[in-house]
């Protein structure tokens, strides 16, 4: 079994929770991470945030001791991927991923660059989006079915070095079955009631259900992030999660 990976699941029986910072600025963020503690949840920005912020903000997180997940979804030629890694691995982001459609090349790159840090981050493929259905697939000039081709990227990234994907909650039991225990499944889409989703993620679990069908990390942006208390959610369902 790998150490590194070991490691990080071990960490995840304390919090599974990985909070999407859906701010629009650096205050808003800040405002609402100090409600927060690195025991309580681990924290993502994406594109928006990082393009509205830059680096200073996520080395602010990560020197208050948060683990972070850096969203920004490489994909381009293997060079540019490789070093894009490499410089996460400098900011000592916890994690970092990258479009599986990018290829085996771009993926054993990325795998490369960061292989030699002491405290590498977890590299993970982006399979198919939450938001896209069979219909948007198809209208990418893919037949397949979604979970076929979410096993089939699945398959390529873990054959290609890395730690794991992001994937619906939906995919994560066969996932499971298929790349075994060590392989992580981050798994956005969480939501702590179905009923009333309205939203851009159309594939969705509650927390309990996405942990039991083998989802290693949960993605969770507004239940949080609109709480009234986000802290006390994030206690229950850390508390579910270590029943």
């Known amino acids: 079994m790998n150490p590194l990976i070991t490691d990080f699941q071990t960490a995840s029986a304390r919090t599974p929770v990985i909070v999407a910072l859906d701010f629009a600025d650096e205050k808003s963020t800040l405002d609402f991470v100090r409600r927060l503690s690195p025991d309580l949840c681990r924290l993502k920005i994406g594109k928006e945030l990082f393009t509205a912020t830059g680096r200073r903000l996520a080395d602010n997180l990560i020197n208050q001791g948060f683990d972070l997940f850096l969203d920004l979804k490489y994909h381009d030629i293997p060079h540019t991927v490789a070093q894009a890694c490499k410089a996460a691995a400098e900011m000592g982001v916890w994690m970092v991923d990258m479009h599986a459609s990018g290829g085996r090349r771009m993926m054993e790159a990325a795998a490369e660059a ?6 590498r981050p977890l590299l993970i493929g982006v399979t198919v989006l939450t938001s896209m259905e069979q219909a948007d697939l198809a209208e990418t000039g893919v037949a397949a079915p979604v979970e076929e081709q979410v096993l089939r990227l699945s398959g390529l990234a873990q054959s290609s070095g890395l730690d794991g994907v992001v994937c619906s909650a939906l995919e ?3 996932l499971r079955r298929a790349l075994g225990e060590d392989f992580v499944l981050v798994t956005p889409g969480i939501r702590l009631d179905k009923a009333g989703n309205s ?8 927390p309990a259900e996405a942990l039991a069908a083998g989802s290693t990390y949960l993605v969770m ?3 949080i992030t609109q ?3 986000p802290a006390a959610v994030l206690r229950d369902v850390n508390a579910a999660a270590n029943a």
Do not use: E, L, W
Request: charged share 35%; aromatic share 4%.
């Open 114 to 119: 960061v292989a030699d840090y002491a405290k």
């Open 227 to 229: 709480a009234a208390d």
């Open 172 to 174: 994560a039991a066969p």
């Open 199 to 206: 939203d851009d993620q159309r594939r969705i679990m509650t």
């Open 221 to 223: 942006g507004r239940p």
